[in-house]
């Protein structure tokens, strides 16, 4: 299992870098239109209000201002509220009160929209939402998810008492607790998984235009465009899909959050079609914080039963979940049917039982963000092995190692079914990697400089996917080039590279020969976007399927052609010939237009469209080790080394892959050391802005060390597995264990995310006042 190479077969560069290197990325805050008119929300400064009134006049009279509207414009016009388009299969049924485009009649957190401003400039849009007058009658607020369940908490909606939204349940309850009651050991802990933002270096942003027939456009930065005009035209605008087109070009990063429709997105568009002027807006990162989407937001409760020899028996865990003041487009099923797939980990856990209580809350809606609750179960079994190691005498990785699951296909406890992996392999390889037997002598060494060394190790398993139906495939383009049409969407992650070298070998033509068509429902018939590290498991598989049937249909035409029997034609290096004839050949190309101009073979020529329905998840997963070093007069945490070995399956471009595992690490790290979506007890965020959102710099990371093993699986004709997400559900529990066991001599056993130098520091006092006392 040889580290990365970059000359290794695959890893070329992006073709995507040369123009981004030079300043001609085409991402829509560079956009403009004839005529645009620019726009501005305002937005409640109150988390919990009545909304007695909201006066434009004075807005209105502004130079520059072209309108100025709130919900009462919106109800005239018939406008819906955005949808949760959540289905979940409750014990108690999903909660989902409306929430309408402006705020009607209450806010419920900070943030929320409650007027629409549209003017010639900026400035003056800006200008005049300063001037709309809104009268709030504030009211008790709830930020917790805990303290929202409770007794007595201000109650956001009627519709739902006690300002539950839910409660989920899966697995064996009887059997988990029949293991619990013969266990030798029993460990259990509380932990958190902080609310964070998925805070994308491009911020939000849209320009809508509507023609005199009504029909609109709207160009977004986004990862799912055919979901978002299916919930904009359908719930929102009430119009036919066709009339509503949705494109993006560049996106500057989404991690799950470009993948929803916001209310921006239809104001835009109504303002466009009422006003006959395109209408442009783009967020500031202080809007994203406080009027986009957070994540992860859940507290929970893990007990692992093992028997004496250390093997795990049982899972039992208990969420309650933060769904903000709304139950937002796909949010709660990060704290649902996500985690509950990778529940367990890559170990053997004959019973699991989890339960999930949704909470109201009046803060940002929650949803999903990279890995969506994959992270959040990684976290908890993670953390529970390494108390488990600790309180119990196991070595940490022999415990890993003696449970982890080797015999394939597999089914876990809750029921999904994993095909293949390489996950002791990864466990053996990492060790070896990281020096494992060599840290005593590092931390002495550390602690000679008056440092405390830990080091930490956790595996994952990803359940990569998505949603289960995808369409990808082959045009020919009069101008001689291949189109290749997909449905999944990248968001910097380099698709047009990749998907180009998988139709490039499979057809074996020159990469120059190909055009990546995607994001465009002009363009492309439907999609289900990127999201569940899911483009080329379904994206890139299903364009292979689309070629093999497309060769499959061109042969015999290529038969005909050269009077050939088709049993004896060929197809190699973009050329069909009659094998043995010395030469009697015709290019895929002549095919092509032969049948687009005499109609032979389908009706659409060698177009070719596949659906693939019902696919399989596949299932990523690999070992990481981290060392930290503490500084025990502030608490300071120092990221020292990082070491993973995973297994992606077979790799269509090493390097890109690379890249992603390298993302996905980073973010982790920013949510185990520092990131946190922190509220006061009235509702105001504290973290509204980079002053106060800490996110991980360069120096804050070390050079990560990264070896690929591979098992590939049989779920697409690649053997591909999703990487995407990976690095996210394996940093924060492989950090967090390390940070544990930098602290453990001082008597400290468990600390929660992020591990910022106060809240280390306070546990470094804690202990030793303790230990003095």
Same mark, same amino acid.
């Given at each position: 299992m040889p580290s990365i190479d970059p000359s290794s077969e695959g890893s070329i560069p992006r073709l995507?870098?040369?123009?981004?290197?030079?300043?001609?990325?085409?991402?829509?805050a560079d956009h403009h239109r004839p005529g645009e008119l620019h726009a501005v929300v305002v937005r409640s400064p109150h988390a919990h209000a009545d909304l007695k009134s909201v006066d434009t006049g004075a807005a209105r009279e502004m130079p520059?201002?072209?309108?100025?509207?709130?919900?009462?414009?919106?109800?005239?016009?018939?406008?819906?509220?955005?949808?949760?388009?959540?289905?979940?299969?409750?014990?108690?049924?999903?909660?989902?009160?409306?929430?309408?485009?402006?705020?009607?009649?209450?806010?419920?957190?900070?943030?929320?929209?409650?007027?629409?401003?549209?003017?010639?400039?900026l400035a003056q849009a800006m200008d005049a939402a300063e001037a709309v007058d809104v009268d709030y009658d504030a009211l008790p607020v709830v930020v917790d998810e805990v303290e929202a369940l409770g007794e007595g908490a201000p109650q956001l909606w009627d519709e739902a008492p006690g300002n539950l939204a839910f409660v989920f349940e899966r697995g064996d309850r009887e059997a988990t607790e029949q293991a619990f009651a013969g266990a030798a050991h029993v460990v259990e802990l509380p932990l958190v998984n902080n609310r964070v933002s998925a805070f994308p270096m491009e911020p939000r942003a849209a320009i809508a235009e509507a023609d005199d027939s009504g029909r609109m456009t709207l160009e977004v930065t986004g990862q799912g465009v055919h979901g978002i005009r299916s919930t904009l035209a359908k719930s929102v605008l009430h119009?036919?899909?066709?009339?509503?087109?949705?494109f993006a070009e560049d996106v500057g990063g989404g991690?799950?959050?470009?993948?929803?429709?916001?209310?921006?997105?239809?104001?835009?568009?109504?303002?466009?079609?009422?006003?006959?002027?395109?209408?442009?807006?783009?967020s500031t990162n202080a809007d994203d914080l406080m009027g986009s989407v957070h994540a992860r937001a859940l507290k929970c409760r893990g007990r692992l039963a093992l028997d004496a020899e250390g093997r795990f028996l049982a899972l039992d865990v208990e969420i309650v979940a933060n769904?903000?003041?709304?139950?937002?487009?796909?949010?709660?099923?990060?704290?649902?049917?996500?985690?509950?797939?990778?529940?367990?980990?890559?170990?053997?856990?004959?019973?699991?039982?989890?339960?999930?209580?949704?909470?109201?809350?009046?803060?940002?809606?929650?949803?999903?963000?990279?890995?969506?609750?994959?992270?959040?179960?990684?976290?908890?079994?993670?953390?529970?092995?390494?108390?488990?190691?600790?309180?119990?005498?196991?070595?940490?990785?022999?415990?890993?190692?003696?449970?982890?699951?080797?015999?394939f296909p597999y089914r876990k406890a809750l029921g999904v079914v994993v095909d293949c992996g390489g996950y002791r392999e990864a466990i053996d390889k990492a060790v070896a990697a990281a020096d494992y037997d060599g840290f005593a002598a590092r931390r002495a060494e550390a602690e000679a400089r008056g440092?405390?060394? #830990?080091?930490?190790?956790?595996?994952?398993?990803?359940?990569?996917?998505?949603?289960?139906?995808?369409?990808?495939?082959?045009?020919?383009?009069?101008?001689?080039?291949?189109?290749?049409?997909?449905?999944?969407?990248?968001?910097?992650? #380099?698709?047009?590279?990749?998907?180009?070298?998988?139709?490039?070998?499979?057809?074996?033509?020159?990469?120059?020969?190909?055009?990546?068509?995607?994001a465009d429902t002009r363009r492309t018939r439907m999609g289900n976007g990127h999201g569940g590290a899911r483009s080329m498991h379904m994206g890139a598989g299903t364009l292979a399927l689309a070629i093999d049937r497309m060769l499959?249909?061109?042969?015999?035409?290529?038969?005909?052609?050269?009077?050939?029997?088709?049993?004896?034609?060929?197809?190699?290096?973009?050329?069909?010939?009659?094998?043995?004839?010395?030469?009697?050949?015709?290019?895929?190309?002549?095919?092509?237009?032969?049948?687009r101009a005499a109609d032979v073979g389908p009706a659409e020529g060698?177009?070719?469209?596949?659906?693939?329905?019902?696919?399989?998840?596949?299932?990523?997963?690999?070992?990481?080790?981290?060392?930290?070093?503490?500084?025990?007069?502030?608490?300071?945490?120092?990221?020292?080394?990082?070491?993973?070995?995973?297994?992606?399956?077979?790799?269509?471009?090493?390097?890109?892959v690379e890249g992603q595992v390298h993302g996905g690490i980073a973010q982790g790290i920013g949510q185990a050391l520092g990131e946190d979506v922190v509220y006061d007890e009235g509702g105001q965020l504290l973290s509204g802005s980079l002053m106060d959102y800490w996110l991980p710099r360069a120096d804050d990371l070390p050079d990560f060390e990264i070896t690929f093993g591979g098992v590939p699986t049989g779920a697409n004709p690649l053997g591909v597995k999703g990487s995407g997400q990976a690095g996210c559900i394996s940093a924060p529990p492989t950090i967090m264990n390390a940070v544990v066991d930098a602290l453990s001599p001082l008597g400290v056993r468990h600390i929660e995310m992020p591990a910022t130098a106060e809240k280390v520091w306070r546990a470094i006092e804690d202990a030793r006042a303790r230990a003095a006392a």
């Open positions: 995507e870098d040369e123009r981004f290197l030079l300043g001609r990325g085409r991402y829509t520059g201002v072209v309108g100025v509207f709130s919900d009462a414009d919106l109800a005239a016009d018939g406008l819906g509220p955005l949808p949760c388009e959540m289905t979940l299969d409750a014990v108690s049924p999903l909660v989902k009160p409306p929430r309408w485009i402006l705020a009607r009649e209450r806010v419920r957190y900070v943030g929320e929209p409650v007027a629409f401003v549209v003017a010639e400039t119009v036919a899909e066709d009339d509503l087109a949705v991690f799950g959050m470009k993948n929803f429709p916001f209310p921006e997105h239809a104001l835009l568009l109504w303002a466009a079609r009422r006003l006959g002027r395109p209408v442009r807006w783009v769904l903000g003041a709304y139950a937002s487009t796909l949010g709660p099923g990060s704290s649902t049917l996500a985690p509950a797939a990778a529940m367990g980990g890559v170990y053997v856990i004959p019973a699991i039982a989890m339960r999930t209580r949704g909470a109201f809350t009046n803060t940002a809606p929650v949803d999903a963000y990279r890995g969506a609750g994959k992270p959040e179960a990684n976290f908890i079994i993670e953390r529970l092995i390494d108390a488990a190691a600790r309180q119990c005498g196991f070595d940490p990785v022999a415990l890993r190692r003696i449970n982890v699951v080797d015999a440092r405390l060394r #830990g080091l930490g190790v956790a595996c994952f398993i990803e359940t990569a996917r998505g949603a289960p139906v995808e369409e990808a495939g082959v045009r020919f383009a009069e101008d001689g080039a291949i189109e290749i049409v997909t449905g999944t969407e990248s968001n910097g992650q #380099g698709h047009e590279t990749a998907f180009t070298q998988v139709a490039a070998a499979r057809l074996g033509l020159p990469m120059e020969r190909f055009r990546y068509v995607q499959a249909a061109a042969g015999p035409i290529a038969a005909q052609l050269l009077q050939a029997d088709p049993g004896d034609v060929e197809y190699a290096g973009g050329v069909f010939a009659v094998r043995g004839s010395g030469g009697r050949a015709v290019p895929l190309a002549d095919v092509a237009r032969a049948a060698l177009d070719t469209l596949v659906r693939r329905e019902d696919a399989p998840i596949t299932f990523p997963g690999g070992c990481h080790l981290a060392e930290v070093e503490v500084d025990p007069a502030t608490g300071e945490v120092r990221l020292k080394r990082y070491v993973a070995v995973d297994d992606y399956g077979r790799m269509v471009n090493p390097r890109l």
